[in-house]
């Protein structure tokens, strides 16, 4: 047998949970009198396992090398302590730390603090570094049983005192890699700069037609675009225009699996860890101004009582005429002045308000439940850039709700699409509260004094009691309380090869389609869509596909 296919079948049997590598650095069988967890950590450092609905402490003595959010196996023992045998999945194999100075000399210290692993470093690998420089090493299994590792070598992130430097730091620390392979920037460099001629063919051209983007002004990977005609017949054709990543990003190159990996684009602060390398999703990926680029095109005609009576899919290619911002288009929807070149799209932007009003009044009706945005804005100095002066709730305007509207309804009409189609598709689910815990939050919300005058509801604890609960306080200082309160009664999202439904979207199905650069399961979607166009259904094993996906 070869030494690659050994691996292959270790690492199968670890991932299975059938074997680890115990503290003696052999391999061992998982018994059965073994429990498996996630190590956790109280706020005063005492280590713990859940397991089988049980705690189990560990002392610092039975930690064998596992730091916290680890994926251990534990042997129980006497009064509910238990060892630590081995490690079936660190959360993250990176170490962050800081040089410091202790007794004249340069030392590692761990940047997080919620570890056990003593340092020793080599004076040679620290003599280019200086106090205050951030580093991460790589952990691996010479670390010996007292938790001690000899580093042999390190990896430069920065100085603290440089700009972003906490939050790639808070980024490496959690298990987000900043970096990609040399294989997918090899990859990401092969890729077209520009939209070459050949690749339009089979394509609708959509260049001359009125489209554009609307995004935050910090935005640089916009993957939606838009655009909106009333039609003879009093309809509004809608048409969403998605960046067709998938047309560059396939299964078995190494930035899709990087990206699979990722699954997500992570947002700390003012810094972007992209899906995509960014030469890709600030690039040839994104709906950039005046550039051509390629796109999946939902063209969707709607009445003005907000029926969808027709709509139709195509490759296209698009050049979108303007990048629009929230920040401006809210300006100019409250009557402000902003730069004279908006003028230009004003009808279409009248006909999108209209469409999203209507939109809107058909969610509530329907059942939607909005719970508003619980982001938050930074507030710098505007002289003293690096220096916060608070945090405040990202306000959402007008414009972000027509997007919200415009995507949402995209999603809707493509999860539909596919589930009426028996194809195997991945869908975001979102199950029905469980009835006593929404019950219980109900009345903890009158138990506070914030829905007294809603004693009305208190024997329906449907769709109808949320919304009326969360618009009554929607304008007021507790709006946040009672929100999350809600919130925290709900069933967790998630994503699914099985369709249940969306209820908070009040959909009978719903997935996520319209933002490939930044969510894999979007970009899974586009390439679900691409193998069912390009293949006749019969030619591919569903039963297998969909067991991939699952």
Request: glycine share 4%.
């Amino acid at each position: 047998m070869e030494e690659q296919e050994l691996e292959s079948i270790i690492q199968e049997l670890i991932d299975e949970k059938r074997i680890f590598l115990n503290n003696k650095k052999k391999y061992e069988v998982v018994k059965e009198e073994y429990l498996i967890g996630v190590l956790e950590k109280t706020s005063k450092d005492a280590c713990y396992v859940i397991a089988d609905d049980k705690k189990i402490m560990i002392s610092s003595d039975a930690l064998y090398t596992a730091l916290k959010n680890d994926l251990v196996v534990v042997e129980k023992n006497e009064n509910n302590y238990g060892t630590i045998k081995g490690i079936l999945k660190r959360q993250n194999n990176k170490l962050v730390c800081e040089v410091k100075e202790h007794k004249n000399k340069l030392i590692l210290v761990p940047f997080n603090g919620n570890c056990e692993i003593y340092l020793i470093t080599p004076k040679e690998l620290l003599k280019d570094y200086i106090i205050g420089d951030r580093v991460y090493i790589t952990l691996n299994n010479e670390i010996n049983e007292d938790n001690v590792i000899v580093v042999k070598e390190i990896t430069k992130i920065g100085h603290f005192n440089d700009e972003f430097n906490d939050e790639l730091s808070i980024a490496i620390s959690r298990g987000f890699d900043i970096n990609f392979s040399e294989e997918a920037m090899k990859e990401a460099y092969a890729l077209p700069k520009t939209v070459l001629e050949h690749e339009k063919i089979g394509r609708l051209d959509l260049t001359n037609e009125i489209i554009f983007t609307i995004d935050s002004v910090k935005t640089k990977d916009m993957d939606d675009a838009v655009s909106i005609k009333k039609l003879a017949n009093g309809n509004y054709e809608l048409g969403v225009h998605i960046a067709d990543v998938a047309h560059y990003i396939k299964p078995g190159m190494q930035l899709f699996k990087e990206a699979m990996e990722r699954k997500t684009s992570v947002y700390i602060g003012e810094v972007v860890i992209p899906m995509i390398p960014s030469i890709i999703s600030n690039g040839i990926c994104s709906l950039n101004e005046g550039v051509d680029r390629l796109t999946k095109s939902y063209i969707v005609e709607i009445t003005p009582k907000g029926k969808i009576v027709n709509y139709r899919r195509q490759n296209s290619v698009i050049n979108s005429k303007k990048k629009m911002t929230y920040e401006e288009l809210n300006e100019l929807f409250n009557g402000n002045d902003v730069d004279e070149s908006y003028l230009d799209f004003i009808e279409p932007l009248t006909y999108m308000r209209e469409l999203s009003n209507i939109m809107t009044i058909k969610k509530r009706r329907k059942g939607h439940i909005d719970f508003g945005s619980n982001d938050i804005d930074v507030i710098k100095d505007l002289f003293e850039n690096d220096r916060i002066l608070e945090f405040d709730n990202k306000v959402c305007g007008e414009s972000e709700k027509i997007v919200e509207n415009f995507m949402t309804s995209t999603n809707e009409i493509v999860a539909t699409d596919f589930y009426w189609r028996y194809l195997p598709f991945i869908y975001r689910t979102h199950d029905v509260p469980e009835e006593m815990r929404l019950g219980d939050t109900i009345e903890q919300i009158k138990e506070l004094g914030f829905g007294k005058q809603l004693i009305g509801l208190q024997n329906s604890y449907g769709v109808k009691a949320i919304q009326s609960i969360l618009e009554h306080y929607r304008e007021t200082p507790v709006y946040s309380v009672v929100s999350n309160l809600l919130l925290r009664s709900m069933s967790k999202a998630k994503y699914s090869t099985e369709n249940i439904g969306h209820f908070a979207l009040a959909s009978d199905a719903y997935c996520h389609f319209t933002s490939p650069i930044r969510k894999f399961p979007d970009l899974m979607d586009h390439t679900l869509i691409d193998i069912f166009d390009n293949n006749d259904s019969i030619h591919i094993d569903l039963e297998k596909l969909n067991k991939e996906l699952t």
